[in-house]
Protein backbone atom coordinates (compact mmCIF):
# COMPACT_ATOMS: atom_id res chain seq x y z
CA UNK A 1 0.00 0.00 0.00
CA UNK A 2 2.98 2.35 0.73
CA UNK A 3 3.90 5.49 -1.63
CA UNK A 4 7.66 5.93 -2.97
CA UNK A 5 10.38 8.40 -3.52
CA UNK A 6 12.12 7.67 -6.64
CA UNK A 7 15.86 8.83 -7.51
CA UNK A 8 14.18 11.99 -9.46
CA UNK A 9 13.50 13.78 -6.14
CA UNK A 10 15.40 17.30 -5.54
CA UNK A 11 14.66 17.24 -2.26
CA UNK A 12 12.45 20.42 -1.97
CA UNK A 13 11.23 19.06 1.88
CA UNK A 14 7.73 20.07 0.13
CA UNK A 15 6.04 16.88 1.24
CA UNK A 16 7.76 16.13 4.32
CA UNK A 17 5.35 18.41 6.74
CA UNK A 18 2.19 17.32 4.82
CA UNK A 19 2.09 13.34 5.24
CA UNK A 20 -0.61 12.46 8.06
CA UNK A 21 1.32 9.60 9.32
CA UNK A 22 5.06 11.05 9.35
CA UNK A 23 6.19 8.75 7.03
CA UNK A 24 8.00 11.14 4.87
CA UNK A 25 11.82 11.51 5.94
CA UNK A 26 14.07 13.69 4.71
CA UNK A 27 17.47 11.77 3.60
CA UNK A 28 20.48 11.42 1.25
CA UNK A 29 20.54 10.79 -1.36
CA UNK A 30 16.80 11.94 -1.35
CA UNK A 31 14.04 11.68 0.44
CA UNK A 32 12.16 8.56 1.56
CA UNK A 33 8.99 7.48 2.44
CA UNK A 34 9.16 4.75 5.36
CA UNK A 35 7.06 1.73 3.48
CA UNK A 36 5.43 0.52 7.21
CA UNK A 37 3.79 3.68 8.04
CA UNK A 38 3.04 5.03 4.66
CA UNK A 39 -0.85 4.19 4.06
CA UNK A 40 -1.39 6.43 1.30
CA UNK A 41 -3.57 8.79 3.17
CA UNK A 42 -6.35 6.65 3.20
CA UNK A 43 -9.42 7.90 5.36
CA UNK A 44 -7.43 10.97 5.79
CA UNK A 45 -7.25 12.85 2.81
CA UNK A 46 -8.99 11.74 -0.53
CA UNK A 47 -5.62 12.73 -2.49
CA UNK A 48 -1.64 11.24 -0.98
CA UNK A 49 -0.47 14.45 0.12
CA UNK A 50 3.33 13.97 -0.47
CA UNK A 51 2.10 13.23 -4.35
CA UNK A 52 -0.31 16.17 -5.02
CA UNK A 53 2.31 18.74 -3.83
CA UNK A 54 5.63 17.20 -5.12
CA UNK A 55 6.67 19.30 -7.91
CA UNK A 56 8.77 16.93 -9.63
CA UNK A 57 7.01 14.40 -12.15
CA UNK A 58 7.79 11.10 -12.06
CA UNK A 59 9.13 11.58 -8.38
CA UNK A 60 6.63 9.70 -6.64
CA UNK A 61 5.12 6.10 -6.99
CA UNK A 62 1.64 4.77 -6.17
CA UNK A 63 1.95 1.57 -4.38
CA UNK A 64 1.12 -0.15 -8.17
CA UNK A 65 5.23 1.09 -8.94
CA UNK A 66 3.31 4.06 -12.08
CA UNK A 67 4.59 7.65 -11.53
CA UNK A 68 1.94 9.61 -9.88
CA UNK A 69 2.67 12.57 -11.52
CA UNK A 70 3.72 11.10 -15.41
CA UNK A 71 5.64 13.12 -17.89
CA UNK A 72 3.70 16.61 -18.59
CA UNK A 73 1.10 16.11 -15.85
CA UNK A 74 2.63 19.26 -13.71
CA UNK A 75 3.87 21.27 -16.66
CA UNK A 76 0.25 20.72 -18.49
CA UNK A 77 1.84 19.95 -21.68
CA UNK A 78 1.82 16.15 -22.61
CA UNK A 79 5.18 15.18 -24.61
CA UNK A 80 4.33 14.88 -27.60
CA UNK A 81 3.06 18.48 -27.64
CA UNK A 82 6.36 19.89 -26.64
CA UNK A 83 7.90 21.11 -28.85
CA UNK A 84 4.86 22.80 -30.53
CA UNK A 85 4.31 24.58 -27.35
CA UNK A 86 8.63 25.28 -27.50
CA UNK A 87 8.19 27.05 -30.74
CA UNK A 88 4.63 29.01 -29.47
CA UNK A 89 6.96 30.17 -26.59
CA UNK A 90 10.22 31.38 -28.45
CA UNK A 91 7.90 33.17 -30.92
CA UNK A 92 6.76 35.37 -27.69
CA UNK B 1 -5.65 70.32 7.24
CA UNK B 2 -6.33 69.59 3.37
CA UNK B 3 -6.37 66.30 4.19
CA UNK B 4 -9.16 66.40 6.75
CA UNK B 5 -11.12 67.74 3.93
CA UNK B 6 -10.69 65.07 1.14
CA UNK B 7 -11.38 62.48 4.01
CA UNK B 8 -14.82 64.50 4.28
CA UNK B 9 -15.65 63.90 0.71
CA UNK B 10 -13.84 60.79 0.11
CA UNK B 11 -15.48 57.19 -0.55
CA UNK B 12 -14.41 54.83 2.58
CA UNK B 13 -11.95 53.21 0.80
CA UNK B 14 -10.12 56.49 -0.43
CA UNK B 15 -10.49 57.60 2.91
CA UNK B 16 -8.67 54.81 4.64
CA UNK B 17 -5.84 54.94 1.65
CA UNK B 18 -5.19 58.33 1.88
CA UNK B 19 -4.99 58.42 5.39
CA UNK B 20 -2.73 55.47 5.21
CA UNK B 21 -0.63 57.28 2.82
CA UNK B 22 0.78 59.62 5.08
CA UNK B 23 1.95 57.55 7.49
CA UNK B 24 3.26 54.95 5.31
CA UNK B 25 5.62 57.63 3.52
CA UNK B 26 6.32 58.77 7.08
CA UNK B 27 7.55 55.38 7.94
CA UNK B 28 9.40 54.42 4.49
CA UNK B 29 11.34 57.21 4.45
CA UNK B 30 13.06 56.36 7.13
CA UNK B 31 13.08 52.41 6.57
CA UNK B 32 16.55 50.63 6.86
CA UNK B 33 14.98 48.48 3.68
CA UNK B 34 14.03 51.40 1.17
CA UNK B 35 15.49 55.02 2.32
CA UNK B 36 18.75 55.29 0.59
CA UNK B 37 20.37 56.95 3.52
CA UNK B 38 19.35 54.67 5.80
CA UNK B 39 20.15 51.82 3.81
CA UNK B 40 23.73 52.46 4.65
CA UNK B 41 23.65 52.62 8.38
CA UNK B 42 21.47 49.56 9.16
CA UNK B 43 21.80 46.30 8.37
CA UNK B 44 19.74 43.44 7.19
CA UNK B 45 20.21 39.84 7.51
CA UNK B 46 17.89 36.43 5.88
CA UNK B 47 17.93 32.90 7.08
CA UNK B 48 16.78 30.04 5.46
CA UNK B 49 14.11 28.34 7.78
CA UNK B 50 11.74 27.62 4.90
CA UNK B 51 12.32 25.27 2.53
CA UNK B 52 8.69 24.00 1.21
CA UNK B 53 7.06 25.79 -1.48
CA UNK B 54 3.40 25.19 -2.16
CA UNK B 55 2.76 26.50 -5.86
CA UNK B 56 5.05 26.08 -8.97
CA UNK B 57 6.59 29.71 -10.72
CA UNK B 58 7.79 28.57 -14.47
CA UNK B 59 11.19 30.42 -13.72
CA UNK B 60 11.77 28.52 -10.98
CA UNK B 61 13.85 25.11 -10.59
CA UNK B 62 12.63 24.13 -7.03
CA UNK B 63 16.23 22.05 -6.82
CA UNK B 64 17.49 25.83 -5.87
CA UNK B 65 16.30 28.67 -3.50
CA UNK B 66 13.32 30.29 -4.67
CA UNK B 67 13.85 32.24 -7.87
CA UNK B 68 11.04 35.27 -6.18
CA UNK B 69 13.77 36.10 -3.81
CA UNK B 70 17.11 34.80 -4.83
CA UNK B 71 19.52 34.80 -7.75
CA UNK B 72 19.09 31.77 -9.85
CA UNK B 73 20.67 28.60 -8.95
CA UNK B 74 21.78 29.05 -5.92
CA UNK B 75 21.40 27.15 -2.65
CA UNK B 76 21.25 28.01 1.14
CA UNK B 77 22.16 26.48 4.12
CA UNK B 78 19.19 25.09 5.61
CA UNK B 79 18.78 26.14 8.86
CA UNK B 80 16.29 24.65 11.61
CA UNK B 81 14.27 27.52 14.16
CA UNK B 82 16.41 26.95 16.88
CA UNK B 83 19.88 27.40 14.62
CA UNK B 84 18.51 30.48 13.24
CA UNK B 85 17.58 32.45 15.97
CA UNK B 86 20.96 31.25 17.53
CA UNK B 87 22.76 32.63 14.21
CA UNK B 88 20.54 35.87 14.43
CA UNK B 89 21.43 36.30 17.99
CA UNK B 90 25.20 35.65 17.05
CA UNK B 91 24.84 38.27 14.49
CA UNK B 92 22.66 40.88 16.50
CA UNK B 93 25.54 40.97 19.25
CA UNK B 94 28.25 41.51 17.01
CA UNK B 95 26.60 43.70 14.23
CA UNK B 96 24.33 46.06 16.13
CA UNK B 97 23.62 47.83 13.54
CA UNK B 98 21.38 44.78 12.88
CA UNK B 99 17.83 45.95 12.67
CA UNK B 100 15.51 43.78 10.52
CA UNK B 101 15.42 39.94 9.70
CA UNK B 102 13.59 38.54 7.29
CA UNK B 103 12.56 34.79 6.15
CA UNK B 104 12.33 34.57 2.05
CA UNK B 105 12.60 30.93 1.33
CA UNK B 106 14.49 28.67 0.27
CA UNK B 107 10.90 28.10 -0.69
CA UNK B 108 7.64 30.43 0.87
CA UNK B 109 7.65 31.07 4.57
CA UNK B 110 3.68 30.78 4.87
CA UNK B 111 3.99 27.07 3.31
CA UNK B 112 6.23 26.19 6.45
CA UNK B 113 4.16 28.14 8.80
CA UNK B 114 5.17 26.01 11.82
CA UNK B 115 9.10 26.88 11.22
CA UNK B 116 8.56 30.67 10.11
CA UNK B 117 6.55 31.49 13.37
CA UNK B 118 8.48 28.97 15.47
CA UNK B 119 11.38 31.53 14.33
CA UNK B 120 9.41 34.85 15.10
CA UNK B 121 8.02 34.27 18.76
CA UNK B 122 11.84 32.81 19.56
CA UNK B 123 13.09 36.37 18.45
CA UNK B 124 10.33 38.27 19.26
CA UNK B 125 11.11 37.22 22.52
CA UNK B 126 14.60 37.36 23.24
CA UNK B 127 15.29 40.49 20.85
CA UNK B 128 12.21 42.51 20.43
CA UNK B 129 14.23 45.32 19.07
CA UNK B 130 14.54 43.38 15.42
CA UNK B 131 11.86 43.86 13.21
CA UNK B 132 10.79 41.27 11.21
CA UNK B 133 10.10 40.85 7.15
CA UNK B 134 8.83 38.14 4.98
CA UNK B 135 8.49 37.42 1.24
CA UNK B 136 5.85 35.15 -0.17
CA UNK B 137 4.06 34.19 -3.12
CA UNK B 138 1.20 35.25 -1.04
CA UNK B 139 -1.23 31.77 -1.29
CA UNK B 140 -1.29 31.41 2.22
CA UNK B 141 -1.29 35.02 3.56
CA UNK B 142 -4.53 35.92 4.46
CA UNK B 143 -5.23 32.71 6.80
CA UNK B 144 -1.80 34.03 8.54
CA UNK B 145 -2.20 37.90 8.54
CA UNK B 146 -3.33 38.13 12.40
CA UNK B 147 -0.46 35.45 13.29
CA UNK B 148 1.91 37.27 11.67
CA UNK B 149 0.53 40.76 13.37
CA UNK B 150 1.16 39.33 16.51
CA UNK B 151 5.14 39.32 15.66
CA UNK B 152 6.95 42.35 15.53
CA UNK B 153 5.88 42.15 11.52
CA UNK B 154 7.50 45.05 9.87
CA UNK B 155 7.03 44.95 6.13
CA UNK B 156 5.59 41.95 3.80
CA UNK B 157 6.70 41.40 0.44
CA UNK B 158 3.92 39.21 -2.12
CA UNK B 159 5.46 38.64 -5.73
CA UNK B 160 2.15 39.31 -7.72
CA UNK B 161 3.09 38.45 -11.66
CA UNK B 162 -0.50 39.57 -12.66
CA UNK B 163 -4.11 39.50 -11.54
CA UNK B 164 -6.19 38.54 -14.69
CA UNK B 165 -6.21 34.54 -14.08
CA UNK B 166 -5.44 33.51 -18.05
CA UNK B 167 -2.13 35.14 -17.98
CA UNK B 168 -2.04 33.66 -14.50
CA UNK B 169 -2.16 29.99 -16.11
CA UNK B 170 0.83 30.66 -18.36
CA UNK B 171 2.98 31.36 -15.75
CA UNK B 172 1.57 28.96 -12.71
CA UNK B 173 0.96 25.27 -13.68
CA UNK B 174 -0.13 24.49 -10.38
CA UNK B 175 -1.28 25.15 -6.51
CA UNK B 176 -1.84 23.54 -3.29
CA UNK B 177 -4.76 23.96 -2.03
CA UNK B 178 -6.97 22.47 0.53
CA UNK B 179 -5.00 19.57 0.51
CA UNK B 180 -5.17 19.05 -3.22
CA UNK B 181 -3.25 19.82 -6.73
CA UNK B 182 -5.55 22.56 -8.64
CA UNK B 183 -4.02 23.42 -11.98
CA UNK B 184 -4.18 25.76 -14.93
CA UNK B 185 -6.77 29.46 -14.45
CA UNK B 186 -8.46 27.97 -11.51
CA UNK B 187 -5.38 27.44 -9.76
CA UNK B 188 -4.14 31.42 -11.12
CA UNK B 189 -7.51 32.48 -9.72
CA UNK B 190 -7.49 31.24 -6.35
CA UNK B 191 -3.69 32.47 -5.72
CA UNK B 192 -4.54 35.79 -7.18
CA UNK B 193 -7.53 36.60 -4.93
CA UNK B 194 -5.45 34.90 -1.65
CA UNK B 195 -2.51 37.26 -3.17
CA UNK B 196 -5.13 40.26 -3.38
CA UNK B 197 -6.77 39.73 -0.17
CA UNK B 198 -3.89 39.36 1.56
CA UNK B 199 -2.47 42.33 0.36
CA UNK B 200 -5.58 44.43 1.69
CA UNK B 201 -6.00 42.75 5.11
CA UNK B 202 -2.21 43.78 6.04
CA UNK B 203 -2.31 47.23 4.33
CA UNK B 204 -5.49 47.46 6.40
CA UNK B 205 -3.52 46.71 9.91
CA UNK B 206 -1.07 48.98 8.68
CA UNK B 207 1.90 46.51 7.62
CA UNK B 208 4.05 47.68 5.03
CA UNK B 209 3.45 45.54 1.86
CA UNK B 210 5.97 46.02 -0.74
CA UNK B 211 4.75 44.03 -4.06
CA UNK B 212 6.98 42.45 -6.55
CA UNK B 213 6.78 41.53 -10.36
CA UNK B 214 8.43 39.23 -12.96
CA UNK B 215 8.52 40.79 -15.93
CA UNK B 216 7.64 37.90 -18.49
CA UNK B 217 7.74 39.06 -22.26
CA UNK B 218 4.78 38.22 -24.12
CA UNK B 219 3.06 37.17 -21.28
CA UNK B 220 2.48 39.89 -18.37
CA UNK B 221 4.51 42.83 -19.97
CA UNK B 222 1.53 44.20 -21.47
CA UNK B 223 -0.43 43.63 -18.42
CA UNK B 224 1.78 44.88 -15.11
CA UNK B 225 0.46 49.10 -15.74
CA UNK B 226 -2.82 47.42 -14.81
CA UNK B 227 -1.11 45.48 -12.15
CA UNK B 228 0.91 48.40 -10.43
CA UNK B 229 -2.79 50.25 -10.22
CA UNK B 230 -4.82 47.97 -8.90
CA UNK B 231 -2.03 46.97 -6.12
CA UNK B 232 -1.77 50.68 -5.36
CA UNK B 233 -4.80 51.31 -4.56
CA UNK B 234 -5.48 48.29 -2.99
CA UNK B 235 -2.46 50.15 -0.36
CA UNK B 236 0.60 48.72 -1.35
CA UNK B 237 3.44 51.45 -1.10
CA UNK B 238 5.68 50.00 -3.82
CA UNK B 239 5.82 48.10 -6.95
CA UNK B 240 9.37 46.80 -7.69
CA UNK B 241 9.37 45.34 -11.45
CA UNK B 242 11.96 42.89 -11.90
CA UNK B 243 13.48 41.11 -15.35
CA UNK B 244 13.06 37.46 -15.93
CA UNK B 245 15.41 35.67 -15.75
CA UNK B 246 15.50 32.48 -18.03
CA UNK B 247 18.97 30.23 -18.90
CA UNK B 248 18.68 26.77 -20.36
CA UNK B 249 21.36 25.73 -18.07
CA UNK B 250 19.05 26.53 -14.87
CA UNK B 251 16.54 24.35 -16.14
CA UNK B 252 13.89 26.24 -15.04
CA UNK B 253 10.56 25.44 -17.13
CA UNK B 254 10.95 28.95 -19.34
CA UNK B 255 14.50 28.33 -19.43
CA UNK B 256 14.26 24.72 -21.25
CA UNK B 257 11.12 26.52 -23.47
CA UNK B 258 13.51 29.05 -24.51
CA UNK B 259 11.15 32.10 -23.08
CA UNK B 260 13.24 35.05 -23.89
CA UNK B 261 13.97 37.45 -21.08
CA UNK B 262 13.36 41.45 -20.86
CA UNK B 263 15.00 43.62 -23.22
CA UNK B 264 16.82 46.73 -21.45
CA UNK B 265 13.90 49.34 -23.59
CA UNK B 266 11.38 46.63 -22.74
CA UNK B 267 11.54 46.72 -18.72
CA UNK B 268 12.08 50.34 -18.73
CA UNK B 269 9.30 51.01 -20.46
CA UNK B 270 7.22 49.26 -18.15
CA UNK B 271 9.19 50.20 -14.90
CA UNK B 272 8.43 53.78 -16.11
CA UNK B 273 4.49 52.62 -16.62
CA UNK B 274 4.87 51.62 -12.70
CA UNK B 275 6.67 54.38 -11.28
CA UNK B 276 6.36 55.00 -7.68
CA UNK B 277 5.46 57.50 -6.39
CA UNK B 278 8.39 58.40 -3.55
CA UNK B 279 11.56 58.77 -4.12
CA UNK B 280 12.83 55.33 -2.67
CA UNK B 281 15.13 52.31 -3.41
CA UNK B 282 12.83 50.19 -5.51
CA UNK B 283 15.54 47.62 -6.11
CA UNK B 284 17.20 45.68 -3.14
CA UNK B 285 19.67 43.64 -4.76
CA UNK B 286 18.85 40.36 -5.57
CA UNK B 287 20.89 39.00 -2.65
CA UNK B 288 20.89 35.64 -1.25
CA UNK B 289 18.18 34.33 0.88
CA UNK B 290 20.57 34.16 3.48
CA UNK B 291 23.07 36.89 3.42
CA UNK B 292 23.98 38.86 6.13
CA UNK B 293 25.50 42.55 6.38
CA UNK B 294 25.15 46.13 5.00
CA UNK B 295 24.50 47.08 1.61
CA UNK B 296 26.74 45.79 -0.82
CA UNK B 297 28.68 43.61 1.59
CA UNK B 298 28.31 40.39 3.04
CA UNK B 299 29.68 38.46 5.72
CA UNK B 300 27.33 35.52 5.85
CA UNK B 301 30.60 33.43 5.98
CA UNK B 302 32.16 34.59 9.48
CA UNK B 303 29.41 32.88 10.88
CA UNK B 304 29.20 29.23 10.62
CA UNK B 305 26.94 26.88 12.69
CA UNK B 306 30.39 25.52 14.77
CA UNK B 307 31.37 29.34 15.62
CA UNK B 308 27.36 30.59 16.74
CA UNK B 309 27.23 27.11 18.55
CA UNK B 310 30.66 27.93 20.51
CA UNK B 311 29.61 31.77 21.11
CA UNK B 312 28.81 32.89 25.04
CA UNK B 313 26.04 35.59 24.57
CA UNK B 314 24.89 37.87 27.35
CA UNK B 315 21.67 38.81 25.23
CA UNK B 316 20.47 42.02 27.51
CA UNK B 317 23.71 43.43 27.15
CA UNK B 318 23.96 43.10 23.26
CA UNK B 319 20.28 44.57 23.78
CA UNK B 320 21.63 47.51 25.45
CA UNK B 321 24.11 48.36 22.52
CA UNK B 322 22.48 47.85 20.14
CA UNK B 323 20.31 50.53 21.29
CA UNK B 324 23.50 52.91 21.64
CA UNK B 325 24.62 52.37 18.38
CA UNK B 326 21.41 52.85 17.07
CA UNK B 327 20.71 56.42 18.64
CA UNK B 328 24.09 56.94 17.68
CA UNK B 329 23.12 56.36 14.12
CA UNK B 330 20.09 58.63 14.28
CA UNK B 331 22.03 61.63 16.15
CA UNK B 332 24.36 61.30 13.00
CA UNK B 333 21.47 61.08 10.71
CA UNK B 334 20.31 64.38 12.04
CA UNK B 335 23.43 66.29 12.56
CA UNK B 336 23.79 65.42 8.63
CA UNK B 337 20.30 66.49 8.01
CA UNK B 338 20.54 69.62 9.38
CA UNK B 339 24.06 70.76 7.52
CA UNK B 340 23.98 72.45 4.57
CA UNK B 341 22.96 70.11 2.11
CA UNK B 342 25.98 69.53 -0.49
CA UNK B 343 24.71 69.45 -4.51
CA UNK B 344 23.12 66.18 -4.95
CA UNK B 345 25.67 63.96 -6.87
CA UNK B 346 22.93 61.89 -8.50
CA UNK B 347 19.28 63.80 -9.14
CA UNK B 348 16.50 61.74 -10.15
CA UNK B 349 16.65 63.39 -13.31
CA UNK B 350 19.85 62.28 -14.19
CA UNK B 351 19.12 58.63 -13.41
CA UNK B 352 15.64 58.82 -15.80
CA UNK B 353 18.46 60.99 -18.27
CA UNK B 354 16.10 63.74 -18.26
CA UNK B 355 19.25 65.70 -17.41
CA UNK B 356 22.75 66.07 -17.87
CA UNK B 357 24.73 65.72 -15.09
CA UNK B 358 27.00 68.96 -14.46
CA UNK B 359 30.72 67.81 -15.86
CA UNK B 360 32.30 68.85 -13.00
CA UNK B 361 30.77 69.68 -9.40
CA UNK B 362 31.14 72.88 -7.69
CA UNK B 363 33.48 73.52 -5.17
CA UNK B 364 32.24 72.58 -1.90
CA UNK B 365 33.66 72.04 1.21
CA UNK B 366 31.00 70.17 2.79
CA UNK B 367 30.10 67.79 0.09
CA UNK B 368 31.47 64.04 1.41
CA UNK B 369 33.48 65.63 2.91
CA UNK B 370 35.35 62.50 5.26
CA UNK B 371 34.73 60.19 2.35
CA UNK B 372 37.36 62.53 0.11
CA UNK B 373 40.41 61.86 1.97
CA UNK B 374 39.42 58.18 2.58
CA UNK B 375 39.18 57.63 -1.13
CA UNK B 376 42.16 59.76 -2.22
CA UNK B 377 43.16 58.29 -4.69
CA UNK B 378 40.12 56.73 -5.94
CA UNK B 379 39.45 53.84 -8.20
CA UNK B 380 39.03 51.81 -11.51
CA UNK B 381 35.67 50.71 -12.25
CA UNK B 382 35.01 48.25 -15.12
CA UNK B 383 31.91 48.97 -16.41
CA UNK B 384 30.06 46.35 -18.79
CA UNK B 385 29.00 48.16 -21.33
CA UNK B 386 28.40 46.48 -25.55
CA UNK B 387 27.62 50.54 -26.29
CA UNK B 388 30.16 52.45 -24.44
CA UNK B 389 26.19 54.20 -23.18
CA UNK B 390 24.37 51.91 -21.16
CA UNK B 391 25.39 49.06 -18.62
CA UNK B 392 23.68 46.71 -20.24
CA UNK B 393 25.76 43.14 -20.49
CA UNK B 394 25.83 40.45 -17.32
CA UNK B 395 29.28 39.80 -15.81
CA UNK B 396 29.21 35.90 -17.28
CA UNK B 397 28.62 37.52 -20.55
CA UNK B 398 30.20 40.74 -20.75
CA UNK B 399 33.59 40.95 -23.34
CA UNK B 400 33.91 44.58 -23.20
CA UNK B 401 34.78 46.80 -20.34
CA UNK B 402 34.99 50.41 -20.10
CA UNK B 403 37.50 51.69 -17.20
CA UNK B 404 36.57 54.63 -15.27
CA UNK B 405 38.71 56.17 -12.66
CA UNK B 406 36.42 56.92 -9.92
CA UNK B 407 37.12 59.18 -7.21
CA UNK B 408 34.83 61.43 -5.03
CA UNK B 409 36.10 64.69 -5.99
CA UNK B 410 35.91 64.88 -9.72
CA UNK B 411 33.86 63.65 -12.43
CA UNK B 412 34.10 59.67 -13.63
CA UNK B 413 37.30 59.84 -16.02
CA UNK B 414 37.38 57.23 -19.13
CA UNK B 415 40.54 55.78 -19.12
CA UNK B 416 40.36 53.09 -21.85
CA UNK B 417 37.83 50.48 -22.93
CA UNK B 418 39.56 46.45 -22.32
CA UNK B 419 38.47 43.09 -24.29
CA UNK B 420 38.35 40.95 -21.65
CA UNK B 421 37.37 37.00 -21.78
CA UNK B 422 33.92 36.18 -20.37
CA UNK B 423 33.61 35.06 -16.90
CA UNK B 424 30.94 32.84 -18.18
CA UNK B 425 33.57 30.88 -20.32
CA UNK B 426 36.57 31.46 -18.25
CA UNK B 427 36.02 33.31 -14.62
CA UNK B 428 39.40 33.31 -13.40
CA UNK B 429 40.63 35.24 -16.83
CA UNK B 430 37.63 37.25 -16.76
CA UNK B 431 38.61 38.31 -12.39
CA UNK B 432 42.55 38.83 -14.02
CA UNK B 433 41.23 41.32 -16.80
CA UNK B 434 39.49 43.48 -13.69
CA UNK B 435 42.05 43.02 -11.01
CA UNK B 436 43.34 46.13 -10.77
CA UNK B 437 39.54 47.20 -10.22
CA UNK B 438 37.96 48.32 -7.14
CA UNK B 439 34.48 47.67 -8.38
CA UNK B 440 32.53 45.83 -11.47
CA UNK B 441 29.19 47.41 -12.66
CA UNK B 442 27.08 45.14 -14.21
CA UNK B 443 23.70 43.84 -15.05
CA UNK B 444 23.88 41.15 -13.38
CA UNK B 445 26.52 38.51 -11.52
CA UNK B 446 26.43 35.12 -10.85
CA UNK B 447 27.20 33.08 -7.31
CA UNK B 448 30.15 32.06 -7.95
CA UNK B 449 31.79 35.82 -9.79
CA UNK B 450 30.11 37.96 -7.34
CA UNK B 451 32.15 35.72 -4.31
CA UNK B 452 35.15 35.73 -5.95
CA UNK B 453 35.30 39.02 -7.07
CA UNK B 454 34.60 40.02 -3.02
CA UNK B 455 37.09 37.86 -2.49
CA UNK B 456 39.48 39.69 -4.44
CA UNK B 457 38.49 42.70 -3.19
CA UNK B 458 36.44 44.30 -6.12
CA UNK B 459 33.17 45.36 -5.13
CA UNK B 460 30.20 43.94 -7.83
CA UNK B 461 27.59 46.12 -8.40
CA UNK B 462 24.76 45.36 -10.23
CA UNK B 463 21.93 47.90 -11.67
CA UNK B 464 19.08 47.36 -14.13
CA UNK B 465 20.15 46.53 -17.51
CA UNK B 466 19.83 50.15 -19.67
CA UNK B 467 20.90 52.05 -17.10
CA UNK B 468 22.85 55.02 -18.33
CA UNK B 469 26.70 54.52 -18.17
CA UNK B 470 26.64 58.07 -16.88
CA UNK B 471 23.78 57.64 -14.04
CA UNK B 472 25.11 54.54 -13.23
CA UNK B 473 28.82 56.24 -12.26
CA UNK B 474 27.08 58.79 -10.32
CA UNK B 475 25.52 56.36 -8.31
CA UNK B 476 28.40 54.08 -7.73
CA UNK B 477 30.23 57.19 -6.44
CA UNK B 478 27.71 58.38 -4.22
CA UNK B 479 26.95 55.30 -3.08
CA UNK B 480 30.85 53.95 -2.38
CA UNK B 481 31.21 57.51 -0.71
CA UNK B 482 28.18 57.09 1.61
CA UNK B 483 29.11 53.23 2.43
CA UNK B 484 32.49 54.65 3.04
CA UNK B 485 31.88 57.72 5.56
CA UNK B 486 28.83 55.35 7.10
CA UNK B 487 30.45 51.96 8.01
CA UNK B 488 33.82 54.21 9.68
CA UNK B 489 30.88 56.10 11.27
CA UNK B 490 28.40 53.25 12.24
CA UNK B 491 31.48 51.24 13.44
CA UNK B 492 34.25 52.69 14.65
CA UNK B 493 31.90 53.20 18.12
CA UNK B 494 31.20 49.37 18.07
CA UNK B 495 34.31 48.07 17.32
CA UNK B 496 35.88 50.48 20.27
CA UNK B 497 33.54 48.68 22.46
S1 LIG C 1 0.87 8.85 0.56
FE1 LIG C 1 0.16 9.93 2.37
S2 LIG C 1 0.76 8.59 4.03
FE2 LIG C 1 1.96 7.95 2.29
S3 LIG C 1 3.83 9.09 2.46
FE3 LIG C 1 2.49 10.25 1.12
S4 LIG C 1 1.52 11.67 2.51
FE4 LIG C 1 2.38 10.08 3.80
S1 LIG D 1 8.07 16.88 -2.82
FE1 LIG D 1 8.93 15.51 -4.34
S2 LIG D 1 10.88 16.43 -4.92
FE2 LIG D 1 10.21 17.42 -3.04
S3 LIG D 1 11.24 16.26 -1.42
FE3 LIG D 1 9.23 15.35 -1.69
S4 LIG D 1 9.53 13.72 -3.19
FE4 LIG D 1 11.33 15.02 -3.27
S1 LIG E 1 7.16 30.84 -5.06
FE1 LIG E 1 9.41 30.84 -5.11
S2 LIG E 1 9.97 28.70 -4.53
FE2 LIG E 1 7.81 28.69 -5.05
S3 LIG E 1 7.80 28.10 -7.19
FE3 LIG E 1 7.69 30.33 -7.16
S4 LIG E 1 9.80 31.01 -7.33
FE4 LIG E 1 9.85 28.81 -6.75
Redesign the interface.
Known amino acids: MSYRITAACVNCWACEPLCPNEAVRAAKPHFVIEAARCNGCEGEFADPQCASICPIEGAILDPSGAPVNPPGSLTGIPPSAWSQVQQAIQAR | MELKVVERSATAESRLTSAQSVEVQDKVRDHPCFSKDAHHHYARMHVAVA????I?CHYCN??YDCANESRPGVVSE?LTPELAVKKVLAVAAEIPQLSVLGIAGP?DPL??P?RTFATFAELSEKAPDIRLCVSTNGLMLPAHVDQLCEHNIDHVTITINCIDPEIGARIY??I?WH???I??KKAAAILIEQQLKGLEMLAERGVLVKINSVLI???NDQHLAEVSRVVKQKGAFLHNIMPLIAEPEHGT??GL????TPTSQELNAVQQACANDMDIMSHCRQCRADAIGMLGQDRHAEFTLERIESLEIDHAAAMERRAQVRAEIERQRAAKRSRPQPPVLVSLDALTGAKPVPKSRPNDKHAAAPAVSLTKPGFKVAVASHDGQQVDQAFAEAQTFAIYQLDVAHAPRLLETRTVPAAGADLSAALAGVKDCGAVLCTRIGFDAWQQLEAAGIRPLSVQPGTSMRAALAQAQAETAAAITANLDALAPALSA
Do not use: I, S, T
Open positions: PACNQRKLGANEPWFNRRRGPGVFYMGQR
